[in-house]
């Protein structure tokens, strides 16, 4: 599973809204094709405000999770550019730098005593 957290640039809130409609219902099939292909079995997305500024919430599950950003990235599938195109617009990403490893993690263990 990966997890990200990402900008939504404040002009592309209602087109990024919309979009998410189009990939869910007007290009499904499109969509499925796409998670199948690179080994996503859930793929959820959330919107948050945050402090800063609207953000997306994004998890994807399944064996490809951990590559499938940089995979997308590379693809020339006509799908996956268009995909591809429209993060890069609502979230500003820029897919010919490499995507950052996970981020640390700290762990807070918490017990009964």
Do not use: Y
């Not at 990024?16 to 990939?23: G, P």
């Not at 869910?24 to 996503?40: L, S, T, Y």
């Not at 951990?66 to 990235?73: E, I, P, Q, T």
């Amino acid at each position: 599973m990966s997890a990200v957290i990402v900008p939504i640039l404040p002009d592309q809130i209602d087109a990024w809204k919309a979009w998410n409609r189009e990939v869910v219902e007007d290009r499904k099939a499109e969509f499925n094709d796409f998670n199948d292909r690179f080994g996503i079995t859930s793929h959820r997305v959330w919107f948050a405000e945050s402090p800063d500024g609207p953000v997306a919430v994004v998890v994807h599950d399944g064996p490809g999770a951990d590559s499938f950003m940089g995979k997308v990235a590379e693809s020339e599938h006509e799908f996956d550019q268009w995909f591809r195109e429209s993060i890069s617009r609502f979230h500003g990403v820029d897919f010919s730098q490499p995507f950052p490893g996970p981020a640390p993690v700290s762990m807070l263990e918490w017990s009964k005593e």
